[in-house]
């Protein structure tokens, strides 16, 4: 009998919706063309929630996804929501998810595809061939520290507090998932913090070097300061292979990483916890509001996004290469989402650029049959 995959779809708000079509597309040809079988449920997350269910994920939306092999989602935001109360924004539904889900280390790939190489605003031999992984800590740190809010001095001023709070357990796990990645690239782990200023920091230092000697102690680790980090990544990004970092740091030199490679719309991100769990698989890019609905967006980051989910949650590598390499194609091609558009390259709608991806696969199967 074959396997049956239960994937959840979430695609949220702005572009999300035209991206997840375009996801849709894919798996209907994995079901055509490989024999795969998948049973899909499609729900509301961030804005679109919040507007059906009063918040931005409902518990049954949460369950659902806590039920399926791996869940796909856009993205979520929108000024429609900006007013909307701290813990019911589109975000928070985000946060929840990330945290009820136990998803604690984010993979952000920062790869540079060869023909997009003058897309981005280095110089071509500084981000040639360029391969990073950030591993970013998920549900921690000041993200969700204690204590947090506004106080009101009651003197005409207030106080916003946040905590920066993280213990040796949540720095050992999402260390572990950062050495073992890098063992199947580069073998080199920078480990990024403050702890030139900061306890958490400086426990995390002491911890990631404590695991390293006890575990993984063929693979190479570096310290560096976040700061420091923020610039080499410019300077000489080749030097890194895989980064982990905190919650918000990640979320920072996450943002840095993916310019270096100039096409925010081509990156995706999975986020995993413990093994067996399902992950949670979505786009680098946000909801893009001003773009949303024209068919402008570039579904790509989230076909990607969607390959990650077959390699790391249903272990379905030649499927995930499949479609990696057929992405490749397509760029090699020169046809062209508007966000990547180049000289003498096709313009192509968000839907064109899914019908040409699965012309690609079809290619692409024929020469290996
Ligand atoms: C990201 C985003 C989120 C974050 C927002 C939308 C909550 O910036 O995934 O990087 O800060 O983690
Ligand atoms: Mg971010």
């Not at 604690?104 to 981000?127: C, G, H, M, Q, W």
């Not at 080199?188 to 695991?211: I, Q, Y």
């Amino acid at each position: 009998m074959t396997q049956n995959y239960t994937l959840t779809i979430l695609p949220g708000d702005g572009i999300g919706h035209e991206a997840m079509t375009e996801v849709r597309k894919v798996i209907a040809w994995l079901e055509d063309s490989r024999g795969l079988s998948f049973t899909l449920h499609e729900d509301d997350i961030g804005g679109a929630a919040y507007d059906k269910y009063g918040q931005p994920l409902a518990d049954e939306t949460l369950e659902k996804c806590k039920a399926s092999d791996a869940v796909i989602m856009g993205s979520v935001g929108g000024p429609q929501w900006d007013d909307v109360d701290y813990n019911l924004r589109p975000e928070a539904g985000l946060l929840r998810l990330r945290k009820e889900m136990g998803l604690y280390a984010n993979l952000r790939p920062a790869l540079v595809f060869d023909a997009l190489i003058d897309a981005s605003t280095l110089k071509p031999e500084i981000v040639r061939g360029l391969d990073i992984l950030i591993v970013r800590e998920l549900t921690g740190g000041v993200y969700f520290g204690e204590p947090r809010g506004i106080e009101d001095l009651g003197n005409g001023q207030r106080r916003g507090i946040n905590t920066q709070v993280y213990e040796t357990y949540e720095i050992e796990r999402v260390g572990r998932v950062a050495f073992e990645l890098a063992r199947k690239r580069g073998n080199k782990v920078h480990s990024c913090e403050k702890a030139n200023v900061m306890e958490a920091g400086k426990l995390w230092r002491e911890d990631m070097t404590a695991l390293h000697a006890s575990e993984y102690s063929d693979v190479q680790l570096e310290h560096m300061y976040a700061d420091n980090c923020a610039m080499q990544l410019l300077r000489n990004p080749s030097q890194f292979d895989v980064i982990v970092t905190d919650n918000l740091f990640g979320d920072i030199l996450s943002d840095e990483a993916s310019m270096l490679t100039g096409s925010l719309g081509m990156l995706p991100s999975a986020s995993l916890g413990d093994k067996g769990k399902p992950g949670l698989y979505e786009p680098v890019h946000g909801s893009a509001p001003d773009i949303a609905g024209q068919g402008k967006a570039n579904p790509l980051a989230t076909i990607l996004s969607f390959a990650m989910a077959l390699r790391y949650s249903l272990n379905l590598n030649d499927e995930a290469d499949l479609i990696e390499q057929g992405v490749q194609d397509v760029l090699v091609s020169g046809q062209r989402t508007p966000d990547i558009m180049a000289d003498n390259c096709t313009p192509l709608s968000t839907s064109q650029m899914g019908d040409a991806l699965i012309t690609i696969l079809n290619h692409n199967m024929k020469k290996v049959a």
